[in-house]
């Protein structure tokens, strides 16, 4: 499943407003000429998806694996979830996303545009970040992706937005090296589900349990697709990630030769909020 980090050209258009990169600077000269092949400031990737119900632990987890992984001495890179930051930069007033995500009018279509694009600029500049660390592998962690908004509103604008980066949804999927499922609390550890933790958490505990279904569904078909369920507690849930990550890159499972455990979480995350 190795590949080395190239920037397709759907993820090169130029922000707008701004004047098509020059050959010396744009991101296909900087990832290097084709697939497969490696030089200078070139790494190989792994780009693995956490995805999920809400309150699963994705954005905990993220933090925690690439701790875990860094100790192991593999560099990481992670994305941020990107309607995370659109909600808390205020492109909705409290209490006002969940009724935008539910509608099926043009507000929801206009706002899945606005989601869909900033999430293809920050996987591109993520690529790119990558493609210039004279170092391999390469991890790149994305919490949540481009297909995670067809659990919530199916229309086939999303075709559309794919075609406008000259890409179809299918090719998105599996252009994902693994895609990571972590089951809602709200299935199986109801006690934990809490939408006060995170803002643009806005589902009630049915529709988190619907949702996190049909998101299963949404990423059938990617490469090296996992659920993690909440028979165990979320350290043990933590483990099985760590444990299929490193399956699905073939890097050193080995625990790194250090005082710190390989599983032991920095201060900054622990207690960290799912």
């Keep these: 499943m190795m590949k080395v980090s190239t920037i397709p050209s759907s993820l090169s258009r130029p922000l707008p407003g701004q004047p098509n ?12 000429a084709s ?6 400031g070139q790494a190989t990737t792994y780009e693995i998806v ?3 119900g ?3 632990g994705k954005t905990t987890s993220l933090g925690a694996i690439a701790h875990m992984l860094r100790l192991r001495h593999i560099p990481v890179l992670t994305v941020p ?3 995370t930051l659109l909600i808390n930069g205020g492109i909705s007033a409290p209490g006002e996303i969940g009724e935008i ?10 706002f899945q545009e606005e989601l869909f694009f900033n999430i293809r600029k920050m996987r591109k500049r993520a690529q790119m970040m990558a493609a210039r660390m004279n170092t391999q592998p390469v991890v790149i962690l994305y919490d949540r992706a481009e297909l995670d908004a067809l659990a919530f509103h199916n229309h086939n604008c999303f075709d559309a937005l794919a075609a406008t980066e000259n890409t179809t949804i299918p090719d998105i999927r ?11 609390t709200a299935d199986g550890a109801e006690e934990f589900y809490s939408d006060v933790t995170n803002v643009a958490r806005w589902e009630s505990p049915a529709e988190a349990r619907a949702s996190d279904a049909r998101l299963f569904e949404v990423w059938k078909g990617a490469r090296f697709h996992r659920s993690f369920d909440n028979s165990t507690d979320f350290d043990g849930k933590l483990a099985r990630l760590l444990s299929a990550i ?5 890097l050193d499972a080995s625990p790194p030769s250090s005082s710190q455990s390989a599983t032991q979480l920095p201060l900054a995350l622990q207690g960290g909020t799912l």
Excluded at 101 to 110: E, I, Q
Excluded at 174 to 184: E, I, K
């Design 54 to 56: 809400a309150c699963s």
């Design 81 to 83: 979830e990107s309607f």
């Design 174 to 184: 599996s252009s994902y090296d693994a895609v990571m499922h972590l089951v809602t």
């Design 21 to 32: 990169p020059s050959p010396d600077t744009s991101a296909s000269s900087v990832a290097g």
């Design 35 to 40: 697939l497969g092949e490696t030089g200078p």
């Design 50 to 52: 956490l995805t999920g």
């Design 246 to 250: 490193l399956e699905c890159t073939g």
């Design 101 to 110: 995500v539910r509608a099926d009018g043009t507000d929801n279509c206009a």
